[in-house]
């Protein structure tokens, strides 16, 4: 694991979550109250969130959360370490 990988893996679920929604769908960093939904997600984007939560902040996150009428804060307080 590199001193990236680590610093990475320090950030709150929340700040992951709309970090890697905004690198996956393209937008600009959402609030904690935006839809994951109404910011361009479908389903193969909650997918790929999940799968990069992963690998770059070590969370667990089941794609068909993002897919539920959440607020991504919301969304973020489901999240555990990997």
Known sequence: MT???HDARKESPERALLMVC???LGVD???GTAHFLD???FSMAAIQV???LR???GYEL???ALLRDDPLAEVARGMRPA
């Open 3 to 5: 001193s990236e990988d």
């Open 22 to 24: 905004s690198e996956v």
């Open 29 to 31: 960093a959402p609030s």
């Open 39 to 41: 910011i361009g997600g």
């Open 50 to 52: 999940a799968h990069q």
């Open 55 to 57: 690998l770059d902040y």
């Open 62 to 64: 089941r794609p068909t």
